[in-house]
């Protein structure tokens, strides 16, 4: 049996003079060597985004973090800072695809930025600016440090008991997980249970009970994935959905 597909929204990127479609080789590397699944990377075309020809030939959906946010207008409130980094046309293809994605039961397994979609996708919203909430931690990575620093493990997360993520580790309590966003979950989208939290509250992890498997962490397992158990447990557990799903999908026309 073939590999099953995983579509991969990409982000805008100007890259010298021309714009791009473009996603980080990590995700794409986790998509093969951690679910075992075969990468289709989906152009962020946004309303001129075929999302019934990309679901027909979906085995599952891998949503990458960004630098860009999600646009605040999705979840009704003013930009806060407008030099931080957008996408528009990210969020025009990533927003809808969602929703149509979990009607369908497509396995969706979303990062940082992706975890961020899923929830305003759901009718939720993000605090702005995570810092400067009170009594919130910054989860903000330092730029200046070197790549390996910023993706170093930051601080521990409870996983919910009996949740699905703790069930995927084994039954772990607590992991300690790297940490590299300015923003995170305010108010919760509709439908989702949360599967792990920071110890100031903040929501690190959330899973959609009701169809087959969407999974969300606000950090990210597909750095040096393979060097890290708990990180090739939970993208294995996104492969295995798609192997599931891909068995009882018609084949496209
Ligand atoms: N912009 C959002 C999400 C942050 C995010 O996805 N950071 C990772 C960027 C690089 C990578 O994909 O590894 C926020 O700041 O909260």
Redesign the pocket.
Known sequence: MRRPIVIVPACTRELGNHPYHAV?C??IDAVVQGAGCAPLIMPALGDASDFETALAVADGIML???????HSSYYQQDLRDPA??LDPARDATTLPLIRAALKRGVPIFA??????EMNVALGGS?HQA?QEVEGMMD???NPADTLDNQ?RPKHPVDLVAGGLMQRILDGASEIVVNS?????IDRQGKGIAIEATAHDGLVEAFSVPGVPFALAV?W?P??HLMQNPDSLRLFRAFGEACRAYQKQRPEPA
Do not use: D, I, M
Not at 111 to 116: A, E, I, P, T
Not at 180 to 184: D, R, V
């Open positions: 980080q990590k995700y990458t973090g960004s630098a860009s946010n999600v931080l980094p990062v940082c930025r992706g975890f961020q993000l995570v989860h903000r990575e993706y590299l966003h300015g923003q995170g606000q990210h597909e750095w």
